[in-house]
């Protein structure tokens, strides 16, 4: 039987999970499947965050991943544990970056097999060397990821423990210790192959590829480490899907998932808990011996009473689209269908990246906004309704980079305008690259209406709470232990109150890895 969905009156839980997205949902799940009581409070109508699918146009059967959009911090054991029913399908083609070399349209593909990416990259560079240049800062960044990735969803390492587990100087000096951008520059010649690897470090962190802050390390560590591997895989049925079945995993285990509930005040002794909640036609009061806060570090503080901590602010650019077909490449050697399966790089050389960040740090937006887009469709229909996939349509999702809040919080209220030209830039960037221009390639919505929406920081922050948009709730951290963090990386100044969200140390992206150390940290505390 489907538990109650909704706070039992005078009930105290042995967990009050406050937010429902993945990570709340994951560790709702552990606990309960513990033999815990949860109570999950979700402020929406509906549980799974940013990672969730959606029917954006009026009228149109197409569910698409509004906000994140694809896995690839996963950990096989939490799928294994929860015993989830989710698929995760490999896209065929790693990227495509299109470009212009001696006056001719032409771009570099990456997979597809060793031998094809081999022969784009001396079709692009003129030699070898560029390529065998490229497998060796992978295998460098390869050997990282197996050696770090599983210590995720272990008690947290020392520096010098993860240092040791790591077992490569160069590699600990490259990913850890200088920016970046010295480790691109050393390994790799060609400007456009050095923007592709250095993407991997902005995505979501708005940073140069010297940042002394190591920000953009850290970015890129997350982003090369997932799996194992640093596949990003296509969730089949979309975002939607896989929190969907968090949600089923934790019903089935006997967790209470009670949406339009709002917590709006935690107060603690460090032994029990009080979580206040509101929902639309009333208030109310849920005891717990312990609360998981699956929302930022900000919202924490409010809930808490605590200091604030320092501002966040988001830097990218979301945008959805449903076309009538694929545009055609000026590139007519790539099919289309190829290009876009993987990630289509647009104005990420390593020379137009570090000159967008100038000049979004200076507050204009750039004059070549860069972005990548995929699309979900072209590896798995099933997001599409049948007639729409019948006749050949597909999704394309773009993420912008390099556009922080900054620059959307006018004080003359043209928020909108701005987010209106920054597009109209963005896609003639694409455009750039295509035989015809992706206008008409649109569908239209049943009002008529282009089939496309902008998500700027300031619409993440007002949908979903994320602080300044940003989609990480605050800069990654390392992957060690840190001052206060405590042996999961999930404790707070209140003992029984922790953060499994994504500001939580190892947080960040669609990977449970909060939830499921904040479990942990209940399960195997003293006593526990």
Same mark, same amino acid.
């Given at each position: 039987m489907t538990a109650p969905e909704g706070p039992r009156a005078g009930r105290a839980y042995d967990a009050v999970v406050v937010g429902g997205g993945h990570n709340g949902l994951v560790a709702a799940a552990y606990l309960a499947r513990a033999g815990r009581s949860v109570l999950v409070l979700e402020r929406l109508?509906?549980?799974?965050?940013?990672?969730?699918? @959606?029917? =954006? /146009?009026?009228?149109?059967?197409?569910?698409?991943?509004?906000?994140?959009?694809?896995? !690839?911090?996963?950990?096989?054991?939490?799928?294994?544990?929860?015993?989830?029913?989710?698929?995760?399908?490999?896209?065929?083609?790693?990227?495509?970056?299109?470009?212009?070399?001696?006056?001719?349209?032409?771009?570099?593909?990456?997979? %597809?097999?060793?031998?094809?990416?081999?022969? $784009?990259?001396?079709?692009?560079?003129?030699?070898?060397?560029?390529?065998?240049?490229?497998?060796?800062?992978? @295998?460098?960044?390869?050997?990282?990821?197996?050696?770090? /990735? =599983?210590?995720?969803?272990?008690?947290?390492?020392?520096?010098?423990?993860?240092?040791?587990?790591?077992?490569?100087?160069?590699?600990?000096?490259?990913?850890? &210790?200088? =920016?970046?951008?010295? @480790?691109?520059?050393?390994?790799?010649?060609?400007?456009?192959?050095?923007?592709?690897?250095?993407?991997?470090?902005?995505?979501?962190? /708005?940073?140069?590829?010297?940042?002394?802050?190591?920000?953009?390390?850290?970015? /890129?560590?997350?982003?090369?480490?997932?799996? %194992?591997?640093? $596949?990003?895989?296509?969730? *089949?049925?979309?975002?939607?899907?896989?929190?969907?079945?968090? @949600?089923?995993?934790?019903?089935?285990?006997?967790? *209470?998932?009670?949406?339009?509930?709002? $917590?709006?005040?935690?107060?603690?002794? !460090?032994?029990?808990?009080?979580?206040?909640?509101?929902?639309?036609?009333? &208030?109310g009061v849920a005891a717990a011996r312990h609360v998981l806060v699956n929302a930022s570090p900000q919202e924490l503080a409010a809930l808490t009473g605590d200091p604030a901590p320092a501002p966040a602010e988001g830097a990218q650019l979301k945008v959805n689209m449903l076309l009538e077909r694929l545009p055609r490449l000026r590139d007519s050697a790539t099919d289309p269908r190829e290009a876009f399966a993987g990630t289509f790089h647009v104005a990420e050389g390593y020379r137009q990246l570090a000159a967008a960040y100038a000049r979004a740090a200076a507050g204009e937006p750039p004059t070549a906004p860069p972005s990548e887009t995929y699309c979900h469709s072209l590896t798995d229909p099933s997001v599409l309704g049948p007639d729409l996939a019948g006749r050949g349509y597909h999704t394309l999702t773009l993420f912008g980079l390099h556009t922080p809040a900054r620059l959307f919080a006018r004080d003359d209220g043209q928020d909108d305008a701005v987010r209106e030209d920054l597009l109209t830039a963005t896609l003639a960037q694409l455009d750039a690259h295509l035989a015809e221009p992706l206008a008409g390639c649109l569908a239209t919505d049943a009002d008529g209406r282009p089939c496309i929406e902008a998500k700027t920081p300031l619409d993440l922050e007002r949908d979903l709470r994320l602080p300044g948009g940003h989609i990480f709730h605050r800069d990654l951290t390392w992957p060690y232990a840190q001052d206060g963090a405590g042996r999961w990386g999930v404790a707070t100044r209140h003992a029984n109150v922790l953060l499994c969200g994504a500001g939580a140390v190892r947080g960040g992206g669609v990977s449970g890895v909060p939830g499921h150390n904040a479990a942990m940290a209940v399960l195997r505390a003293r006593g526990g």
């Open positions: 109508d509906h549980t799974g965050g940013a990672a969730v699918s @959606a029917r =954006p /146009f009026a009228g149109v059967d197409a569910r698409l991943s509004r906000y994140s959009y694809l896995v !690839g911090l996963l950990p096989r054991k939490i799928v294994r544990d929860l015993g989830l029913d989710v698929r995760l399908r490999a896209r065929p083609v790693s990227s495509y970056t299109p470009t212009e070399r001696d006056g001719r349209p032409t771009g570099l593909l990456v997979g %597809g097999g060793e031998r094809r990416t081999r022969e $784009a990259f001396a079709r692009l560079t003129g030699s070898d060397r560029e390529y065998g240049a490229w497998r060796r800062f992978h @295998a460098l960044t390869g050997h990282v990821a197996r050696r770090v /990735f =599983p210590t995720l969803t272990e008690p947290l390492p020392t520096r010098e423990e993860l240092r040791r587990r790591v077992d490569d100087e160069a590699a600990w000096r490259a990913l850890f &210790e200088e =920016p970046i951008g010295v @480790a691109i520059e050393e390994h790799l010649t060609d400007d456009l192959v050095r923007g592709v690897v250095l993407t991997d470090a902005l995505i979501g962190t /708005f940073a140069d590829a010297h940042d002394p802050s190591l920000k953009q390390n850290r970015c /890129f560590l997350y982003h090369v480490i997932g799996g %194992g591997t640093g $596949a990003w895989d296509v969730p *089949v049925g979309g975002m939607g899907a896989l929190t969907d079945a968090l @949600a089923a995993a934790a019903r089935r285990a006997g967790a *209470v998932l009670a949406t339009g509930h709002e $917590a709006v005040r935690i107060a603690t002794d !460090g032994r029990t808990a009080e979580v206040a909640y509101r929902t639309a036609t009333g &208030e």
